[in-house]
């Protein structure tokens, strides 16, 4: 397979609104990001994606956005982002951008076209129906957002008819049935190739292609989740036949003609239509990732879990395609808190998952805070949440009759918004995000987990990322190596071997609190293999007298031929 960048990059994503705010209004900005350029460049990362920074009234934290040529006034300018560009391409660093293309915001100007008569000429940018005979909305769809009645459907008195939003009623759905809509997008997505950017993530783009007719969805109503009737079915416009031609265009009119990387957000991606998507000869994308490892919905990981879903996307991409490993991003619940420990095992579990991560075909995608071990939060109040999912969720479970602090119990633990309270630099005030008023409640926290504190740390976490990503460099079968398990029944320890022409890396991580007995391979007791990593200090099991694993203790061994 031709080797690419992306094949070596790793991945960080920035989630501007919370990363670090430079001018005191409470919310993070460019200028902060650039003054952290320096902390990512000594983590070792080479690739930044950052979350929507364009121009958004933010009913999404810009997942809603109003104007895709520019940046949100909170965050900065076009100036701002084009120095921060050329600073970490100065540093080696590349830049992707969110690119949602899915929907806009209802403050996009196209929108605020579209809706004003039929007969406009950006009507067709977006899908408008007109209601049932009694009025009613087109079909039984939910928004994924409960908002609003519940409805997928929000009625427009202004020419009566409704337009369809797959999220937040401010976030119409683009109609991709239209040429001019498309060739517009075309139009900016070269400008912001022209503009120095090295490539776009694209947000739900399984979901672009709509069903023919607009047909109800035969779900069966989940009575604490959907609203009045209307049926939140996530399956409703995925994949849908069609979608490949939407891919194969934009590759054509844009992607292949040009330098740069294309990784999906792939609601819908399983093992079996995965490469439907990110094979070459498809000409469509690059990379996608799945839900299938980690989910905000999967509140725990096994080793079996975690053996099963590697060996199967191993052999998916095996010849063909290329993988993204990562088990949280700003849609998540904290990985340490729900696949790791975030008690007194905080930091070594932190560094095992970082481990499997890192060492697992594909390209490592971090998180921010991430490399810290932040961990989750929990409100005891809804008014401090502010994820629509979480808020509309909730509402749903008080209209179903649920108690606050039962619907908040529920809503907690898996919101994203364990994932957005602001960064947690030191142990300041407001954790060195800001010298304002923080957009959102930080983390309390933050007085224990901190960069600061965690660098200070003998056990830092930041560091161990940094020898991890290093690894990358120096280890071919990190990116080459083809991937097989052993001690495949063993419910404590997840092993696996990476063997590629030049090396072979064993990779050996207990995943629990216990200590686990277990003798290592005779070659590795005679000292054949080299310790590359491990997250414990001095002894090496087996050799020093030790027959076990400490809790949540991980080792990579290399052998070289
Ligand atoms: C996926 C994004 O990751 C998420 O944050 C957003 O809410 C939805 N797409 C809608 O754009």
Redesign the pocket.
Known sequence: MERKWWHEAVVYEIYCKSFCDSDGDGIGDLRGVISKLPVLKELGINCIWFAPIYKSPQV?NG?DVADYQDIEPDYGTLEDFKELLDLAHSMGIRVIMDM?LNHSSDEHRWFQESRKSKDNPYRNYYIWQPPKADGSEPNNWGNYFRDGNGSAWEYDELTGEYYLHQ?AKKMPDLNWEYEPLRKEVYKMLHWWLDFGVDGFRL??FTRFKKPEGFPDTKKAPNVILDRNGFIMDNTMCLNVEGIHEILHELYTEVFGTRECMTVG?GAGVTSQNALGYVAKEREEIDMVYHFELSHRKLFSMTPEHFRKVQTEWADVFRHNGWAVQYMSN??SARQVSVYGSDGIYRMPSAKLLATLIHTSPGTPFIYQGEEIGMVNVEFDDIKDHNCCYTVGDYNSMIQSGMSAEEALKIVGPRSRDNARTPYQWDASKHAGFTTGQPWMKLNPRYTEINLEADRKSEDSIFAYYQEMIKLRQTHPAIIEGDLRFLLEDHPQIIMYLRECEKETLLVIANYSNEKISLQLPEDIRSGKWQRVITNVKGTIPSVDGRDYLLPWETEVYSNTK
């Open positions: 999404d997942y949602v999220y947000d739900v957000e700003h849609d």
